[in-house]
C-alpha cells in the first residue's frame, strides 16, 4: 500500500494535477433571526396603572357597511356546508320559507352578499319552496361558509 501511495504522489509532482474545483456552491450566510424578547410586566401599584384610552367611536352621520336595513331582513336559515368547485351550499331552512325568485342575503364573519335564488334542490330534485326543517341544495355566486347565516330580503 505504501508503494502504491508514493506511486500516486510522485506522479502528482510530475503531472501537477490539481484538484478540480468542487461543484457544489457554496452556502450564503444566513442572517440571524431577532428574537423578540417578552413584554416587561407593569409594575405594581396604585401609581403603575395606565391611563384607558377611550375607544374610538364611529360619528353618527356616517352609515355602517350593512347592505340592507335590518328590518327588512327575515332568517331563513344557515350554511351547513360549502362545496366551493360546484359553488353550492347546504342550507337547514330556519322558521321563513325559501322560495325559487326570493333575494337573500348571505352574511357572517367574513361574507356578506345578496343573491336571488335561482335554483333549490332537495335530494337532487328542483323545487320551488323549502319548508323549516329542509335541507336543500342553493347555487351561489361568492364563497360562502359554515355557519353562514341567511336572511330573505323582504323589501324591494
Do not use: C, Y
Not at 30 to 54: D, F, N, T, Y
Not at 116 to 130: G, P
Request: aromatic share 4%.
Amino acid at each position: 500500500m505504501e508503494i502504491w501511495d508514493s506511486f500516486l504522489q510522485s506522479l502528482k509532482r510530475i503531472l501537477k494535477v490539481k484538484r478540480k474545483p468542487s461543484s457544489r456552491r457554496k452556502k450564503k450566510p444566513v442572517a440571524k433571526r431577532k428574537v423578540a424578547s417578552a413584554p416587561k410586566k407593569a409594575a405594581r401599584g396604585p401609581l403603575s396603572k395606565k391611563s384607558i384610552k377611550p375607544s374610538r367611536r364611529i360619528p353618527e352621520n356616517k352609515s355602517s357597511k350593512r347592505l340592507v336595513p335590518k328590518a327588512a331582513l327575515k332568517e331563513a336559515g344557515a350554511v351547513t356546508h360549502f362545496f366551493p368547485k360546484i359553488r353550492v351550499v347546504v342550507v337547514k331552512v330556519g322558521p321563513s320559507p325559501i322560495k325559487t325568485g326570493d333575494t337573500i342575503l348571505i352574511k357572517g364573519k367574513a361574507t356578506e352578499f345578496r343573491q336571488r335564488v335561482d335554483s333549490l334542490q332537495v335530494e337532487s330534485r328542483d323545487v320551488k319552496t323549502a319548508k323549516r326543517g329542509e335541507v336543500v341544495g342553493l347555487k351561489v355566486r361568492k364563497e360562502a361558509k359554515e355557519g353562514d347565516k341567511i336572511f330573505i330580503f323582504s323589501g324591494k
